[in-house]
């Protein structure tokens, strides 16, 4: 392997000897997902400036991480290249690790991958998440547009493209790969830290089996999410990155001061959710016009797994998602139409659930105790002697 490289150290997660599950899930870490959303009315770089504001808000309320999507040719989303918007957001905090959720893999050379986060995480040690996907994250024209073929392999390839993408990222896993013959960058102190992440059981297998942490897309309202962080356990080895399995599940949540307010702000994103899934494209209205769109009352009846209430009610839907999925950590997705609403959100959300201190106004916690707390940190930590 051609050039010093750093090597991803041992990742600690042992429960202490007084561990209580229930203890626990009350002190999970918290982290933000955000699409930069373009509301009705709106232009990709108010999207984006609200994006920004919705980082730095995150990391003042103690807020673990924030991640940013991959989705090309969609009216209504502006991320459309996670690695340039996650500069961009990493430039503009301190402190909150900054991630991908994801890049969609099969879209991307895994050495063009691996370029990208080697230079994130050279100017942001420690802050930089390599969220990976298999997804195309667009419709299949789009798909064969970026990939400049109409040919989908993904199943045959992605297990050796994201070997090819860890090597190269300081964590090779098998005798030959690209990582024989270029480097991400030339000279690496540390990488990016990399969590595999789905929405269905093949990507929760090999997760498991490479030991590396999971994320599952519990906001995609597909259901299936039980059984997919289930297989992921019982496939789980240990490995350099953990001694256990760490699985970060997202949740599509709005809180607000009264329940009907929260289904109030809750009304776009249901209206537009239906939407993608009747094959109807809608954007994301105001409250007020979501809720006179003829389709609304269809939208209204549909099940869903999105947490909608009071603080108190928001957070306890959090909690008993926690137990169910046996969460190492929850992700929330809050789409509002404007962003006081999504930011009021987060705050209210923060200060009932412990995270850090920061909620409180005392800012992170440093040196507080994790007796009874899976510490993101020590479990999904950037590599090269951090964690």
Request: hydrophobic share 40%; charged share 20%; proline share 7%.
């Amino acid at each position: 392997m051609p050039g010093a490289t750093a090597r991803a150290t041992a990742v600690q997660c042992d429960r202490p000897a007084n561990y209580d599950r229930a203890v626990t899930v009350a002190h999970l870490p918290l982290s933000v997902l955000d699409l930069a959303m373009v509301s009705e009315g709106s232009t990709s770089a108010q999207a984006l400036a609200e994006t920004t504001e919705v980082a730095r808000a995150a990391e003042a309320l103690g807020y673990t991480r924030i991640w940013v999507a991959e989705h090309h040719n969609m009216a209504t989303v502006a991320s459309t290249v996670p690695s340039v918007l996650m500069a961009h957001l990493a430039a503009s905090t301190s402190t909150i690790k900054v991630g991908s959720g994801g890049v969609m893999l099969p879209n991307h050379a895994p050495l063009s991958v691996a370029e990208q986060f080697a230079l994130l995480e050279a100017l942001h040690p420690g802050r930089i998440d390599l969220g990976i996907g298999r997804a195309p994250g667009s419709d299949r024209a789009t798909a064969a547009a970026l990939r400049r073929t109409d040919e989908n392999r993904d199943d045959e390839d992605f297990p050796r493209n994201l070997l090819d993408l860890m090597g190269l990222l300081g964590d090779p896993r098998s005798e030959q790969g690209l990582w024989q013959h270029f480097r991400a960058t030339p000279n690496a102190t540390s990488h990016p830290s990399v969590i595999l992440l789905g929405s269905s059981g093949f990507s929760a297998q090999l997760a498991g089996i490479l030991g590396l942490p999971f994320g599952f897309a519990h906001h995609f309202d597909m259901g299936g999410t039980v059984e997919a962080v289930g297989i992921y356990r019982h496939h789980f080895q240990p490995s350099d990155i953990l001694d256990e399995p760490y699985t970060l599940v997202t949740a599509s949540a709005i809180a607000a001061d009264t329940m009907e307010e929260a289904r109030w702000r809750a009304g776009p994103s249901q209206l537009r959710r239906y939407g993608m899934r009747t094959g109807r494209l809608l954007p994301l209205l105001p409250p007020d016009e979501a809720a006179a769109h003829p389709h609304f009352p269809a939208a209204q009846t549909m099940p869903t797994a999105s947490i909608v209430g009071t603080a108190d009610e928001v957070t306890e839907g959090m909690r008993e998602l926690a137990e169910r999925t046996e969460a190492s950590e929850l992700m929330l997705y809050t789409a509002t139409y404007g962003l006081p609403e999504r930011l009021h959100s987060l705050e209210l959300i923060a200060h009932a659930w412990p995270i850090r201190g920061a909620a409180n106004g005392d800012g992170p916690a440093e040196g507080a105790s994790t007796d009874d707390a899976v510490t993101p940190e020590g479990v999904v930590a950037g590599r090269g002697g951090r964690g």
